[in-house]
């Protein structure tokens, strides 16, 4: 019986989740950066949203993936945001913990976007899915695959799903 709870556990948390949002418009702030400026997602490439805490053990395995693939690709391929959210404490206590975080990752050469979403808005769109929770998301905003959860299982159909938006052409008509 403790088997099946384990293995339900896990498949809740490593599931492609159905997320409410299927856009994410170029106007939408992800969040705030170290100096509190918005964030937003790129319209001139495809950009991977993950949100994450730092209490998550699953998103502590998921950003040295997503730090290596900014790394690889590049900025001009690829926006990699990662977004602090649900960390626990209140506001002043949180704050402390994403500029720690923040300045741990800047140590090691940061590559990826680092951002606060202090009032967890997009977060609550998506209906609180789960953590860490991945978006890829294309050029013109359309999200075309969000999953929740992290294993080295689920880490293979990410991987297809950004590798498929970034070899899609979008049409003449999308081009304008």
Known sequence: MLRYSV???ILCFTTTANADVEHISADQVLGLNQHEAPIYRSSTTPTIVTFW????????????????????????????????TKE?????????????????????????????DKKHTLYK????????????????GQVTFAQAGYSERTAQPMLKAIEKVLTSKPSLEEQG
Not at 53 to 78: F, I, M, T
Not at 125 to 140: N, S
């Open 88 to 116: 626990e404490g209140n506001l002043g206590q949180t704050r402390r913990t994403y500029k720690s975080l923040l300045k741990q990752f800047e140590k090691r050469g940061l590559q990826v976007t680092f951002v606060f």
């Open 125 to 140: 769109k998506l209906k609180k899915p789960g953590l860490p929770f991945t978006l890829v998301i294309d050029q013109q």
């Open 53 to 84: 805490a730092s209490w998550c053990p699953y998103c502590k395995q998921l950003l040295p993936l997503l730090e290596g693939l900014q790394r690889k690709l590049g900025h001009d391929k690829v926006s990699v945001i990662v977004v602090n």
């Open 7 to 9: 293995i339900l556990f």
